[in-house]
């Protein structure tokens, strides 16, 4: 179990991650779409999670959801790191009606993060354009390797969850035990 807590001028918020979950959540953001997500990241990943934010959402979103992924992403590297005995890869398609998102990851302890997903514009309050600044925050900060593709789709609904389903699926498979594996890299370390 990993809890991180981080308050800066813009956000304050308490993070309660358990890698080893059944896919609990408690999410609350203030912001009622991106809670959505993130309560679907956790219950399709299986990973138990708790956020509490409060953010400067007068200003706008951005803070928030930028900080959200940047406390993620960090509860995630202390949780999974050192690997040993997973498989350490992970991809997964996600379909919503006519959407189809594609993840595939790599726990390599190198942030990178390839974000090929066509939505602008807004889902009710929310900015599409946030979800690459998420996604960005918990790849630079969990030091994983992160491809998310978008197949097709219209809906930006569907879209983004079809997007956020498909990153938590690829991370459970990436986490999948496997004891033939002690350290899953020719390096011997990541």
């Not at 949780?79 to 997973?86: N, S, T, V």
Request: aromatic share 8%.
């Amino acid at each position: 179990m990993v809890e991180i807590s981080r308050k800066t001028k813009e956000t304050d918020i308490e993070l309660i991650l358990n890698i080893d979950g059944s896919g609990k959540y408690k999410i609350s953001t203030g912001i009622g779409f991106f809670d959505h997500m993130l309560e679907s990241f956790a219950k399709h990943s299986l990973i138990d999670l708790e956020i509490k934010c409060k953010g400067d959402l007068h200003v706008d979103f951005h803070h928030t959801v930028e900080d959200v992924g940047i406390v993620l992403g960090t509860a995630l590297k202390k949780a999974i790191y050192p690997i040993e005995k997973i498989e350490r890869f992970g991809d997964a398609v996600v379909v919503m009606d006519e959407a189809a998102v594609e993840a595939a990851l790599d726990l390599s302890n190198r942030p990178y993060l390839v974000y090929d997903i066509d939505i602008d514009g807004k889902i009710g309050e929310f900015d599409a354009e946030l979800f690459e600044e998420f996604f960005r925050a918990v790849v630079l900060n969990a030091s994983i390797t992160l491809h998310l593709v978008q197949k097709r789709g219209k809906n930006r609904h569907h879209i983004a969850e079809a997007a956020y389903k498909a990153f938590a699926v690829a991370f459970r498979r990436a986490l999948r035990p496997n004891e033939k594996i002690k350290v899953p890299s020719t390096k011997g370390v990541l």
